[in-house]
């Protein structure tokens, strides 16, 4: 898809966030939902998405959600330092099939990184199941409220 086109309301994101399909929870608020990727590349991989918007990428939401959203991204990798001790953090969102975005909602990936440990592919890594993620969840919550 291209970096321009309608949004579709019927997105895997859309249809989490309308609670059609399941999530791994780890931090919601009236701007923002932080979920597990259940493509994760590492262990630890999070998704922060706005809420109430129709931004298929970075470049559609309306600037005044800009900030917001990335105080959430802080705010949820500072979690998954202190709930995970990785060694490092990637930060990653993608615009258009060409830039890597598979999904047509704008997010953001929170991915904790391990010293000799590489990441899996993006979307590549195999699926994982919510006994899987949600210890993780649980460790990334408990850091976010502390």
């Given at each position: 898809m291209s970096l321009e086109g309608q949004y579709d309301r019927n997105n895997i994101f859309a249809k989490i966030m309308k609670g059609e399909m399941p999530c791994v929870k780890v931090y919601e608020d009236d701007a923002t939902l932080v979920f597990m990727d259940v493509f994760p590349q590492s262990e630890g991989h999070c998704l922060v998405i706005p809420k109430g918007v129709?931004?298929?990428?970075?470049?559609?939401?309306?600037?005044?959600?800009?900030?917001?959203?990335?105080?959430?991204?802080?705010?949820?990798?500072?979690?998954?330092?202190?709930?995970?001790?990785?060694?490092?953090?990637?930060?990653?969102q993608f615009n258009g099939t060409a830039g890597g975005q598979s999904v047509f909602h704008l997010h953001v990936h929170v991915i904790p990184c391990w010293e000799g440990k590489p990441l899996r592919p993006h979307g590549e890594g195999g699926m994982r199941g919510a006994d899987e993620l949600q210890p993780l969840a649980d460790k990334i919550a408990a850091a976010m409220e502390a």
């Amino acid at each position: 898809m291209s970096l321009e086109g309608q949004y579709d309301r019927n997105n895997i994101f859309a249809k989490i966030m309308k609670g059609e399909m399941p999530c791994v929870k780890v931090y919601e608020d009236d701007a923002t939902l932080v979920f597990m990727d259940v493509f994760p590349q590492s262990e630890g991989h999070c998704l922060v998405i706005p809420k109430g918007v129709d931004s298929r990428n970075l470049v559609d939401l309306p600037a005044e959600r800009i900030a917001g959203l990335f105080e959430r991204v802080q705010k949820t990798t500072r979690a998954v330092i202190k709930g995970l001790d990785p060694d490092g953090v990637r930060i990653m969102q993608f615009n258009g099939t060409a830039g890597g975005q598979s999904v047509f909602h704008l997010h953001v990936h929170v991915i904790p990184c391990w010293e000799g440990k590489p990441l899996r592919p993006h979307g590549e890594g195999g699926m994982r199941g919510a006994d899987e993620l949600q210890p993780l969840a649980d460790k990334i919550a408990a850091a976010m409220e502390a």
